[in-house]
C-alpha cells in the first residue's frame, strides 16, 4: 500500500503542481487512495521531495533531480545575464561580467559539467576557465557565446 501511494505521489506531482499536503492528500482521495495528513507529510519526508519555485511564481512539490534541474535552468539564465564578454587566451577563457556577478555565473558553468572544462576560478566580475587545449577554448568560449544568445 505505501509503495503504491508514493508511487501515486510521484506520478501527481510530475503531472500537476501541488503546493501543499493538503491539496496532495484531496488529490490521493479522489483518486481512491484515503490518506491522512500526517501520512502525507511522512510521504513527502521518506521521498525526499522539495518546494520550488514554479514557471508561475509559486512554489510547488518537485523531486531533488527536478529542484536541481530548475535550479541549473536559473543558473544559466543569469550567466547570460550577467556576462558582458568572453575572450580565450591559449587554453584560458576569460569572462567579464557585471559587478558581483562572477560567483553565480561560474556556479553555473560548474553545473554544465562540460568534460572540457578542468576548472573555473571566480571573482567579483571576472572568471578564469581553465581548459585542457587552446582548441578547447575556442570551442567551449563559442559554445558560451551561443548560449547567451539564446538565452536573451
Request: proline share 1%; hydrophobic share 40%; glycine share 6%.
Amino acid at each position: 500500500m505505501k509503495n503504491a501511494r508514493q508511487s501515486a505521489i510521484l506520478s501527481i506531482i510530475e503531472e500537476r503542481d501541488v503546493q501543499t499536503q493538503e491539496e496532495l492528500a484531496r488529490i490521493l482521495t479522489e483518486l481512491g487512495i484515503r490518506v491522512t495528513q500526517a501520512t502525507v507529510s511522512r510521504d513527502i519526508k521518506e521521498l525526499r521531495l522539495l518546494k520550488v519555485l514554479s514557471p508561475s511564481g509559486g512554489y510547488k512539490y518537485a523531486t531533488a533531480d527536478r529542484a536541481e534541474h530548475g535550479i541549473s535552468e536559473r543558473l544559466v539564465r543569469m550567466f547570460a545575464e550577467s556576462v558582458l564578454s568572453i575572450q580565450e587566451v591559449n587554453n584560458l577563457i576569460v569572462i567579464r561580467t557585471l559587478s558581483g556577478s562572477a560567483n553565480v555565473a561560474g556556479e553555473a558553468i560548474d553545473n554544465m559539467h562540460w568534460p572540457e572544462i578542468l576548472g573555473t576560478i571566480s571573482g567579483d566580475n571576472t572568471i578564469l576557465v581553465i581548459l585542457g587545449t587552446a582548441e578547447e577554448a575556442i570551442e567551449v568560449a563559442e559554445r558560451f557565446k551561443e548560449s547567451i544568445r539564446v538565452s536573451r
